[in-house]
Nanobody
Framework: EVQLVESGGGLVQVGGSLRLSCATS????????IGWFRHAPGKEREGVSC????????YYADSVKGRFTISLDDAKTTVYLQMNSLKPEDTAVYYC??????????????????????WGQGTQVTVSS
């Protein structure tokens, strides 16, 4: 069973940094994508970033480009989201998600949460002004 566990959230001041981790286990297939999403109260869920397990290609939402960096460790068990220059509008619950067997995403679909079959429980990020 594929499992995803997020950690690293917390309270940070404007301009600060946080690094989120998504520990993964149970993958019995290759060529999947791991995405980071966030959901703030009163707003729709938003795709933040995504990385390919196959070739480590990445995607980013315009709202985080240049500030956030997604990466995959050498063992391919943990996905990180380094968040710099944080803003109050980055406040949300952050989730990591994985595509399923034979699932894949491309530039036009990576931010659609319906493309992902597995989800973590989320970690809260709060940016205070």
């Amino acid at each position: 069973e594929v499992q995803l566990v997020e950690s690293g959230g917390g309270l940070v001041q404007v301009g600060g940094s946080l690094r989120l981790s998504c520990a993964t286990s149970g993958f019995y297939f290759d060529d999947y994508h791991i995405g980071w999403f966030r959901h703030a109260p009163g707003k729709e869920r938003e795709g933040v970033s995504c990385i390919s397990e196959f070739d480590r290609s990445t995607y980013y939402a315009d709202s985080v480009k240049g500030r956030f960096t997604i990466s995959l460790d050498d063992a391919k068990t943990t996905v990180y989201l380094q968040m710099n220059s944080l803003k109050p509008e980055d406040t949300a619950v952050y989730y990591c998600a994985a595509t399923g067997v034979a699932g894949t995403v491309v530039e036009d679909t990576w931010s659609d949460g319906d493309e992902y079959d597995y989800w973590g429980q989320g970690t809260q990020v709060t940016v205070s002004s």
